[in-house]
């Protein structure tokens, strides 16, 4: 089994800037990506920002130039640098990880942007 364990949630104003992390333990085999979905109330689950172990990176559309997502390979942690926050990025943060094909998920954080 593999734990995630987020961080760096909060509350900020329109404008402001988070940064979310999430460290990978446990049973860890090969992690070949790791990112972050969001899911905000009434709305399904979508995919924010994900990383490859060959360093392909993916974002949702409308947090292109905003975000910025990183990986320290050493230490199985991921990051989500999010910058001029916008009302509409309010949503549970949550991290994934996926090792030899599992998918594994954090707990969730909670990103509230008030305008």
């Known amino acids: 089994q593999v734990q995630l364990v987020e961080s760096g949630g909060g509350l900020v104003q ?6 979310l992390s999430c460290a990978a333990s446990g049973s860890i085999i090969n ?15 979508e995919l924010v920002a994900s990383s490859t172990s060959g360093g392909a990176t993916i974002y949702l559309e409308s947090v292109k130039g905003r ?4 990986r ?5 942690t991921v990051y989500l640098q999010m ?3 916008k009302p509409e ?7 994934y990880a996926r090792d ?4 594994y998920w954090g707990q969730g954080t909670q990103v509230t942007v008030s305008s």
């Not at 975000?67 to 990183?70: E, G, M, P, V, Y």
């Open 100 to 103: 030899l094909g599992v998918t």
């Open 72 to 76: 320290d390979k050493a230490k199985n």
């Open 89 to 95: 990025d309010t949503a549970v943060y949550y991290c």
């Open 67 to 70: 975000f910025s997502i990183s």
């Open 31 to 45: 992690i070949n990506a790791m990112g972050w979905y969001r899911q905000a109330p009434g709305k399904q689950r």
């Open 14 to 19: 329109a404008g402001g800037s988070l940064r």
């Open 83 to 85: 910058n001029s926050l």
